[in-house]
């Protein structure tokens, strides 16, 4: 018996990155990551995950030349939901959440921004309201 | 040196007396509603001349069944890169990490039998787990066999309507693809190679009773080493497994091309893998080879000379693997233009000539078009001069190939006028992004991360995911004689340091292919970001091009666009494609939406569009059962675990 197919159902899974609506940002709860939006140990824990699933394609250079350029001005979620649906590229979303937030905060690290007492979380609405800036 | 310029002249014809006939038109899609190869055909045309489906019911298509290839592997797969044959009432196709075999029932879904190798640790070791693309088939002494290969690189022959290994090939249905290789050193214990690595990511190809077997290697963007193993490609006995001939990629000393590698580098040079699906003219006993660039993609110093057969796309007697013919597409390749896409056979008539061609469509955004016999391109392929790298002890060749006709499908090199101009300030930015690297026409050599410039890199536009590339590819419709070609505006910057920086003991390895966003994560380049373009063959004349879906909504919701009118943009995805009687097929690709889109073949305007549990992953195929026509996609996503779905008509 065919299914039919529901067509806003499947939507809903294949959401792309950028693809929901931008949220509207409050302006007091937005924070820099030039405020400290990681831990040292969790860059640390983001270091071991890079070498081992990120650093076959990408070089520390990759991430440290003009990247936080292209960033800038944009909520670190934008980021997170590039890199956890579409790295690995030949397992692409095998990381759990957390870990693809350990590996961005050690991309974080590598472009000298500063770490804080804060863990940066893989929670989307969180993440939504770090934004991305250049150094100064 | 006289004979390598006489190289780069073009072409170059191996006059191998193989008493060609004058043939009729051969290639004409698939037959009998099966789809027999890869590519459907052995000319991988990715046509079927059916037309059950056609524009007035293309809209009802609902889904007949869906087969979950998630359980066929040590964990789920969110990506699925496999096409199923369909032989004689069953599919066919593999699945998951440890490259399962299945047979499904193309009709309900059903699973018939499974079969996967126990290869511990040279699964372990392989740098090609999850790249199984099909298996191949063919009817020996009137029985149906598969074959496969694992990816520890072993070649299975099983009995299709069983699944199980055929006792008189190889050893107990298997064959070792390491013996025979060269002498490289293999861990006692465990089988693995000790020097270098070499699996495979695409099935092989039966041609007249002898299986070509192509291969495939780690990924070249930064080497630990200058060496590795080069990917000959070599013929086996489908009856017995047993080794018939080898093709050296790397010509051996008194082999023709040995002299295109200078100082001893023939020696210790590997990759020029040829991991793109093979391609076959059965009646001509020829097969087409695609290869891969040379070990160290984007670093030539160690590797002088012109490199044949580096990036190439060669014909061999599939008989004995004698060379027919070769052109090189790309002399000393230091851009990473590997050929992605397995070559199309088809006969079409020029200037009212039947030409028999074969085409390759590339990375770099031309398609080459030869005709197959003789290797001679149907339109004017030229040598001009490039410009030459400035990095320690690298020559890059002084002329490249420059195709002539078909005009380039895809945008090639960079300037200014490319970069993204949706409002002042994000051009600003984006001027300021782009003029810290070089930038230039195609061919424009990679430089150091640090040049005397002041420059961190160099643009290779197209870059590593650009143009044509491995998911759909192309397609080719043997009854317009059109080709639709699915490219994706993609970039690389390629900035290179030396070796030991990276823990490689080259000279110099790249930081990595990727490109680099445009301000405000949006791309840097000017739009479209993925195309389908479709190319008369009788002219060379494009006919028409149309956007790979909508325009995403990461660009119609970016804060920085508000009230910017955008055009349609596609995705940056390669479309997968399939070409029936009166349809074209796409869908959106991994990084499109889940849409299977049917378009007029004949004006690129869309018919219909169908919602997919998850975005395609790779290239459709459809077929005839029991009077029912069906099309069956790869799928799989973030949190979609990879799954083939089939669509019918209501029945």
Redesign the interface.
Known sequence: M??????AT??I??????????RAQSPDTTTSLRDGAYTEQQARRGERIYSERCA???????FT???L??????PVR??FE?I???MPE?????LKGQQYADVLAYVFEMNGLPSGSRELSADPDRLERILIERRQ | MVSTLRQAIGFAVCTLALGFQPLQAQHEGTANGEWRYWGGDEGSSRYAPLDQIDATNVATLEVAWRWKAANYGPEPDFIYRATPLMVNGTLYTVAGQRRAVVAIDPATGETLWMWRMRENPRWEASTRKNYGKAVAFAEVDGRGVIYTITPGYYLAALDAETGQPIPRFGLNGIVDLHLGLGDYAVHPDSGVLAFGDITASSPPIVVNGVIVVGNSHDRGYYPNKRENIPGHVRGYDARTGMLRWTFHVVPLPGEFGNDTWEDDSWSYTGNVSSWAPLSADSQRGLVFIPTDTPTNDYYGGERPGMNLYGTSLIALNAATGERVWHFQLVHHDVWNYDNPNAPKVVDVTVDGRLVPMVIETTKQGWAYVFNRETGEPVWPIEERPVAQSDLPNERTWPTQPHVTRPAAFELQGITDDDLIDFTPELRALALELAHQYRMGPLFTPPSLADAADGTKGTFVVPGANGGANIPGGSSVDPETGVLYVATERGHSVISLVPGPQRESTAEFVSTGPGGIRGPMALELLKPPYGSIVAIDLSTGDHLWRIPNGDTPASLTNHPALRGVELPTTGKRSHADILTTRSLLFYGEGRRGDPWLHAVDKRSGEEIARIALPATTNTALMTYMFHGTQYIVTAVAGPGVEAELVALRLPQ
Do not use: I, N
């Open positions: 065919p299914h039919h197919v529901v067509k499947f939507l899974v294949g959401l792309q990155w950028l693809g929901s609506p931008a076959e394609c990408h070089a520390r250079e990759f030349e003009t990247f350029l292209s960033w800038s001005g944009v934008l980021l590039v956890s649906t579409s030949d397992r692409p979303g095998s």
